[in-house]
């Protein structure tokens, strides 16, 4: 029989209490400036994210949860760490409180009861991230979290096998990024591409075929692109606004466009990810 792990489950009604700092009023740029690097800190919402950062082997510092989600959080820890009663990591604290307490201390309605503030696991090298990859995608400095977190879905559902984003891009560990993607940041290996554009060599070095999709008239379509499919191929995503950088679209290897039609110019950058994805897989 699995043991159960050690829990430290204490009841808190006063949202000022000062056990529940990582939880108050913070937006996660806050956490991340007053922690990192060293202590950095992500938040998890919701118990299905906290489980898949959990089986991603990343650690709460804290849990923050409603008393219904109590046997759920059992229930998941006692799956990832069988052992942890053996261990000498100290306790988690598990803040318990009903749900209008959660929302006083947080400052936002708290998506399914469950909050974790979690240790930052560190950024893997490019090299590491890059080895055994077919298909990268790069989000080059896509600043809205919504549309990095909806790219993270579709790169673990279609087949990606890595993502790399650019030193001005959204930060995947953003609360709403984590949970957009349905927790597949946490599953799909990525780290950041510093210097950018100057990491397009980096790629080639490693064997990749970079591809810039781009609105451009001198483009190949997606379709000729995915007739003569390269071994190792990067697929270079732009921002919303101004789209790829000149000299990013420049650097590559490749330019492809998707053709539109109906009189739309363009795909929301979530949407061209997942239909190059599509088209490209391996
Ligand atoms: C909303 S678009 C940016 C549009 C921008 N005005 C431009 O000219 O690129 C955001 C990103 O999605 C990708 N994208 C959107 N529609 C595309 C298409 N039809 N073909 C290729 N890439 C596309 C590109 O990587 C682009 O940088």
Redesign the pocket.
């Known amino acids: 029989m699995a043991r159960v792990p050690r829990l430290d489950l204490q009841n808190v009604t006063d949202p000022s209490d000062e056990r529940l700092a990582d939880y108050v009023s913070l937006t996660d740029v806050a956490l991340r400036s007053r922690h990192e690097p060293e202590k950095g800190l992500y938040i998890a919402e919701s118990s299905t994210v906290l489980g898949r950062a959990l089986r991603a082997g990343h650690r709460p510092r804290s849990v923050l949860l409603a008393p219904r989600w109590v046997p759920d959080l059992e229930r998941m820890v006692a799956e990832v760490w069988p052992d942890e009663t053996a261990s000498d990591e100290p306790a988690v604290p598990v803040y318990v409180a009903d749900e209008p307490v959660l929302e006083a201390i947080t400052g936002f309605h708290v998506h399914r009861g469950a909050l974790a503030a979690m240790h930052r696991p560190a950024l893997p090298a490019l090299a590491d991230v890059l080895a055994g990859a077919r298909r990268v995608a790069v989000l080059?400095d896509v600043v809205d979290h919504t549309n990095v977190g909806a790219a993270f879905r579709s790169a673990a559902a279609l087949g990606v096998d890595a993502v790399l984003v650019t030193p001005r891009c959204a930060d995947p560990l953003y609360r709403r990024s984590v949970r957009v993607s349905m927790g597949t940041v946490f599953q799909v290996p990525w780290t950041r591409v510093d210097p950018w554009p100057g990491g397009v060599e980096a790629l080639r070095g490693a064997g990749f075929v970079t591809a810039?999709?781009?609105?451009s008239d001198e483009?190949i379509t997606?379709d000729e692109l995915v007739a003569d499919p390269p071994e190792r191929l990067a697929l270079?995503?732009?921002?919303?606004?101004?789209?790829?950088k000149a000299t990013t679209v420049a650097a590559c290897d490749l330019v492809?466009?998707?053709?539109?039609a109906g009189g739309v110019?363009?795909?929301?950058?979530a949407?061209?990810?997942a239909v190059?994805f599509w088209a490209t897989r391996a």
């Not at 270079?236 to 790829?244: D, I, K, P, R, S």
């Not at 492809?256 to 539109?260: D, H, L, T």
């Not at 110019?265 to 950058?269: F, R, T």
């Open positions: 080059e810039a999709l781009a609105l483009a997606l270079v995503l732009g921002a919303e606004g101004h789209g790829l492809v466009r998707i053709p539109m110019d363009s795909l929301n950058v949407a061209a990810a190059a």
